[in-house]
C-alpha cells in the first residue's frame, strides 16, 4: 500500500539537506574572511609600529649626533672650526703680502666648505691636511718678505738684500709646490665631476700665487751691492 507520509518526509530531507550545505558554506566563508580582515588588521598595525620606531630612532640620532647624524647647529660649527684652523695667523705689513694673504685666505675657505661636501671623506681630509700646510707655509712667505723688505738701501747697497730670510722663503715656495702636486694628485681621485672642477679651480689660484711669489722674489734679490755676492756666498743662497 502507498505510504504516502514516507514520501512527503523523503520530500522533504531533500530539500532541507542543500540548503543545511549552503548556509554552512557562507558561514566558513564568512569565517575565512574575519580571518584575512584579522590578520590584514594585524600587518598594518606591525608595520604602523615598524615606521613609528624608525621615525624614533632617527630623531634621536638627529637629537644626539654620537650616534652618527649631526645636527644642522653642529655640522656649521664643525666647518666654521675647520675654516678657522685653515686660516692664516701671521698679520703681514708689506702691501703685497696682505693681499696675497686675503687671498690664500679665501682659498682656503673655498677648498674646506668644498671639502665638507665632498662625497669621499678620505679624499677630503687629505685636501684639509694639504691646504692647512699650504696656508701655513704662506705665513712664514709673508712673514720673510717683511723681514727683507725692512732692510734700508744703504744696508742693500753694502751688503745687499736679506739672503737669510729669502733663502727660507725660496725653500717655502718649494715645499708649496710639491704640496701642490699632492692635492693634483688628490684631485684625480676624486668621481665627482662638478668637485673635480671646483678644486681644480682652487689649484689654479694657488699656482697663480706661487707665481707671484718667484716673481717677487726674483725682484727682492736684484740690485746692485758692493759686498752681496759675499753676503750671499755666506748664506748659501
Do not use: H
Not at 671639502?115 to 685636501?127: F, G, K, P, R
Not at 672642477?197 to 697663480?208: K, R, S
Amino acid at each position: 500500500m502507498f505510504d504516502l507520509k514516507k514520501v512527503i518526509s523523503g520530500a522533504a530531507i531533500a530539500v532541507i539537506l542543500p540548503s543545511m550545505a549552503v548556509a554552512m558554506s557562507s558561514n566558513a566563508q564568512g569565517a575565512n574572511a574575519q580571518n584575512q580582515g584579522a590578520t590584514s588588521g594585524s600587518t598594518t598595525q606591525s608595520q604602523t609600529a615598524t615606521e613609528t620606531e624608525t621615525q624614533t630612532r632617527t630623531q634621536v640620532q638627529t637629537n644626539n649626533p654620537g650616534t652618527g647624524t649631526m645636527t644642522q647647529t653642529q655640522a656649521e660649527t664643525q666647518l666654521r672650526e675647520r675654516v678657522e684652523e685653515c686660516s692664516p695667523i701671521y698679520e703681514p705689513t708689506s702691501t703685497q703680502a696682505q693681499t696675497r694673504a686675503g687671498q690664500i685666505t679665501q682659498v682656503a675657505k673655498s677648498v674646506v666648505e668644498l671639502a665638507e661636501e665632498m662625497e669621499d671623506q678620505t679624499l677630503a681630509e687629505e685636501i684639509r691636511t694639504v691646504v692647512r700646510s699650504q696656508v701655513a707655509n704662506f705665513d712664514v712667505i709673508n712673514q720673510k718678505i717683511d723681514n727683507a723688505v725692512k732692510r734700508t738701501a744703504f744696508a742693500k747697497f753694502f751688503i745687499g738684500p736679506n739672503y737669510g730670510e729669502l733663502k727660507v722663503m725660496k725653500q717655502t715656495i718649494e715645499e708649496n709646490k710639491n704640496q701642490i702636486r699632492e692635492m693634483e694628485q688628490v684631485m684625480a681621485q676624486i668621481q665627482n665631476e662638478s668637485e673635480k672642477i671646483q678644486l681644480a679651480n682652487q689649484i689654479i689660484t694657488m699656482q697663480n700665487l706661487q707665481f707671484e711669489l718667484q716673481d717677487q722674489l726674483g725682484e727682492l734679490t736684484r740690485g746692485f751691492s758692493l759686498f752681496g755676492w759675499f753676503n750671499r756666498w755666506i748664506r748659501g743662497y
